[in-house]
C-alpha cells in the first residue's frame, strides 16, 4: 500500500458525508433490537463509498461491533496490513512519536 495523505480534500469531504449520514441516523437508533440489523444497516451505508473496510466501534448500549469487508484475499491481506500500520502508528504516539506510518 502506497503512503498517502490522509488528510486530503477527499478524505476530508468522505468523513464529513459520513459524519452526514451517521448524525442523520440518530434517531434510528433505537429501532436496532438486535446487533445484527445494525451491523447490516452500517455495511449498507459503507459498501456505497468504500471497496473494502473494518469498522470497529461501540452501539449506543455500549456493545462492541465489528465489520470486517473484504471480496478477494487480496483485500483481506490489505486490510490486515493497514489495521498494524495504524495500530502501530497509535503506539507510537502515545510514545510521543509521529504519526508518519500511515
Same mark, same amino acid.
Given at each position: 500500500?502506497?503512503? *498517502?495523505?490522509?488528510?486530503?480534500? *477527499?478524505?476530508?469531504?468522505?468523513?464529513?458525508? +459520513?459524519?452526514?449520514?451517521?448524525?442523520?441516523?440518530?434517531?434510528?437508533?433505537?429501532?436496532?433490537?438486535?446487533?445484527?440489523?445494525?451491523?447490516?444497516?452500517? /455495511?449498507?451505508?459503507?459498501?456505497?463509498?468504500?471497496?473494502?473496510?473494518?469498522?470497529?466501534?461501540?452501539?449506543?448500549?455500549?456493545?462492541?461491533?465489528? +465489520?470486517? /469487508?473484504?471480496?478477494?484475499?487480496?483485500?483481506? *491481506?490489505?486490510?490486515?496490513?493497514?489495521?498494524?500500520?495504524?495500530?502501530?502508528?497509535?503506539?507510537?504516539? +502515545?510514545?510521543?512519536?509521529?504519526?508518519?506510518?500511515?
Amino acid at each position: 500500500m502506497d503512503e *498517502e495523505d490522509h488528510n486530503s480534500p *477527499e478524505d476530508e469531504e468522505l468523513r464529513e458525508m +459520513i459524519e452526514r449520514a451517521l448524525k442523520e441516523n440518530l434517531n434510528d437508533r433505537k429501532k436496532f433490537k438486535k446487533r445484527k440489523d445494525l451491523a447490516n444497516r452500517l /455495511a449498507n451505508i459503507l459498501t456505497e463509498y468504500l471497496d473494502s473496510y473494518i469498522l470497529l466501534g461501540y452501539d449506543f448500549s455500549g456493545r462492541h461491533l465489528d +465489520i470486517k /469487508a473484504a471480496s478477494t484475499p487480496q483485500q483481506q *491481506e490489505a486490510l490486515n496490513s493497514f489495521l498494524m500500520k495504524y495500530f502501530a502508528s497509535e503506539m507510537q504516539s +502515545i510514545k510521543g512519536g509521529t504519526d508518519e506510518l500511515l
